[in-house]
């Protein structure tokens, strides 16, 4: 969206809504969307699409509901977002096909937004179909083929459409502020099963069915096909995988039952029916991520011993926080994940207990700290500035820890029987629906602050949402079981102590990974190889071990670790592990060479996310 072009659309708001709904639909406007939900909004979405491995293509159609809004000119077009999408038709649609073709222009290419599909929109016209199909650089769209599966026989395809790439393989309103419905008809090869965010039945002769009744943002509608089996995991939860992983994803994910029925205790009933997780091959570029009824999940999460599951709590919280009640616009964003990280860890220690909640707490603040030194003062907003950037660049420290940590001032000083009160109640208050920062703070305001002024004088609530850095008297999670750690990182630093005198008998994966952290940046070689004998930390199968040491290892060139940077880096794609360490590679004149060389091997194997961040990486810090 040019400056010119939206300027435009909030004068033709001005006149036909008056000031009061324009001024509204102003603090609500998505920067990141070209669409038109002002005027003319889609209410229900009926996909139907082939899913062809051979092209790498989907094709088909989008059968789109529309509402035309009061005030809106009767004239006024539906406007859509797409990138990449090749359009072959549009009518005004009915299943049957006897619809009349509608005129429709597709606008200018914004590299970040995409192509604004305009179609013409008589006044009697409901239901829009468009015929088209998606281009094999779609960056929603990862297929695999078979030699990337763990199962080796069958490809796989899944989507990522969090935060602006569903429009690379829907035409639709791709903006969080407008919620659908959806029915979807998908049709793959033989022997293949297909998967989405929706119920379904058990799907016959390559045909699946699916049907998502509660409305939803775009950003979570998803779509895998793969070769995979399923194993409950409790009465209303199971977990999908390939064949080869699904015995211990079932092992790992145990405790997800138990997970959801604690979140429902303190935030209110579970309303999505089913909660079921898919593990996806290791080129899934997220940790997790939270479409409905069908948490994704990295296979990285997998360790053996269930140490990492507190993805599971942070996925399943964004039923409440995320996917009940959605950011409106991409600015938004702490309160998808700012709430998610606090009740993620509310849910952690119910279940797990105070000693592991206050762990993940510490590290968190910690990350936090680290990442106020890193950004420049505009990304240290809750509310931050988007316009003109890929909304994925708000995916910071930031909306995450900062969110969390405002939310535990605000339970600090209210106390937590009241700050449970109040979060039961926004739950309910604004169930499927996508609110702002300000819907936010109006209801905070209300139904909080004003009860208790002595409490609500504690928390600078404008300084936390629209400043940047930390408010004073901001709360500093602490451990005492880190303190420990770090203290013996100390002593073996100073050589007080061996590395095998150092007391990890009892560690938990949490504990290393403070350890690790806890380390200074500089270590000489001798170091880390007594480390490294002591405690095979080259061999961890644990991937959030293994990827702190390896940086570790790159840093200060400690070659031994190579190979496993080269089998790490090749077989992984989960961005939050693979950004850092070809950071670290490029600081040297060879470790660049190195990340070149990794990245061209890797990067077929990389999906489009993940591939076009490292390219980034390379590119902008290229020595002149
Ligand atoms: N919704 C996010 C993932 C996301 C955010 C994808 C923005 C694209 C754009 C998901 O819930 C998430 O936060 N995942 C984390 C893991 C979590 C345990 C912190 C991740 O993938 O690292
Ligand atoms: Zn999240």
């Known amino acids: 969206m040019t400056d010119v072009g939206s300027l435009g659309r909030l004068i033709v708001l001005v006149a036909l809504g008056g000031p009061v709904v324009a001024g509204n639909e102003i603090a609500r406007r998505d920067v990141h969307s070209h669409a038109n939900p002002e005027q003319v909004r889609v209410t229900h979405l009926a996909l139907d699409l082939r899913v062809d491995f051979r092209l790498r293509q989907l094709r088909g159609t989008a059968i789109l509901d529309v509402a035309r809004q009061p005030g809106a000119a009767p004239d006024a077009p539906l406007v859509l977002d797409t990138k990449g999408l090749a359009i072959s038709a549009v009518t005004s649609g009915s299943e049957s096909g006897a619809g009349v073709p509608l005129e429709f222009r597709l606008g200018k290419l914004d590299p970040v937004l995409g192509v604004p599909l305009n179609i013409s929109l008589p006044a009697s016209v409901k239901r829009v ?4 199909q998606t281009s094999p650089e779609a960056s929603a769209l990862q297929w695999l083929d078979p030699g990337r599966t763990a199962g080796k026989r069958q490809p796989f395809l899944f989507t990522q459409s969090e935060a602006i790439h569903a429009r690379t393989w829907i035409p639709l309103q791709d903006s969080p502020g407008v919620r659908i419905t959806y029915d979807a008809t998908i049709r793959v090869p033989p022997d293949m099963t297909a998967l989405m965010s929706a119920e379904h039945g058990p799907g016959e002769n390559g045909v699946f069915r699916f049907r998502m009744t509660r409305a939803i943002p775009s950003y979570l509608i998803a779509l895998a096909v793969g070769d995979v089996a399923f ?31 604690q979140t429902e205790k303190r935030y209110g009933p579970y309303r999505w029916g089913r909660y079921d997780l898919l593990v996806l091959p290791p080129s899934f570029p997220f940790g997790g991520m939270e479409n409905p009824m069908l948490t994704f999940a990295t296979p990285t999460v997998i360790a053996g011993d269930r140490s990492l599951i507190s993805l599971v709590a942070h996925e399943l919280a964004h039923s409440w926080s995320g996917n009940l009640v959605s950011n409106a ?24 207990g105070p000693e592991r909640a206050a762990m993940e707490a510490a590290e968190g603040f910690h990350h936090l700290v680290q990442g106020l030194k890193r950004l420049p003062t505009r990304d240290q907003i809750l509310h931050i500035d988007l316009s003109g950037r890929d909304p994925d660049e708000g995916l910071t420290e930031i909306a995450y820890e900062k969110g969390a940590l ?14 449970d009160r109040f979060l039961r109640g926004y739950f309910d208050h604004f169930a499927f629906r ?68 150092i007391p990890t008998a009892r560690w938990s994966t949490h ?28 061999e961890r199968k644990n991937c959030e071990i293994a990827d702190l040491w390896l940086l570790i290892a790159i840093r200060n060139r400690y070659h031994p670790a190579d190979a496993r940077v080269d089998s790490f880096l ?21 470790g660049r060479r190195h990340a070149e060389e990794l990245f061209a091997r890797a990067r077929a194997f990389y999906h489009p996310i993940t591939a076009d961040s490292v390219a980034r990486l390379l590119a902008a810090d290229h020595p002149k």
Request: charged content about 30%.
């Open 129 to 132: 179909k468009i015929e088209y």
């Open 231 to 261: 194993r409950p995991l409790g009465p209303r939860s199971g977990v999908y995988a390939e064949r080869p992983v699904v015995e211990g994803a079932a092992y790992e994910f145990a405790e997800t039952e138990a997970m959801i029925t």
């Open 329 to 352: 616009t991409w600015s938004d964003f702490w309160l998808n994940e700012g709430f998610t990280v606090y009740i993620e860890r509310r849910v952690v220690e119910d279940v797990f």
């Open 406 to 419: 405002f939310l535990s001032a605000l339970e600090q000083a209210f106390g937590r029987i009241r700050f």
């Open 434 to 501: 996508s609110i702002t920062t300000a819907d936010f703070e109006a209801y905070l305001k209300k139904h909080l602050l004003s009860e208790d002024a002595e409490a609500a004088a504690k928390v600078d609530v404008r300084q936390w949402l629209y400043e940047p850095g930390l408010p004073p008297h901001h709360p500093e999670p602490k451990s005492p079981r880190f303190e420990a750690v770090a203290q013996a990182a100390r002593d073996w630093v100073d050589g007080k102590v061996t590395a095998r005198e």
């Open 511 to 538: 504990e290393w990974l403070h350890f690790l952290t806890a380390l200074p940046e500089k270590l000489s070689v001798e170091k880390l190889g007594e480390l490294d004998a002591a405690f095979q930390l080259t």
């Open 570 to 590: 090749t077989t992984i794609g989960r961005r939050k592990y693979v950004m850092p360490l070809y950071g670290a590679l490029i600081e040297t004149p060879e």
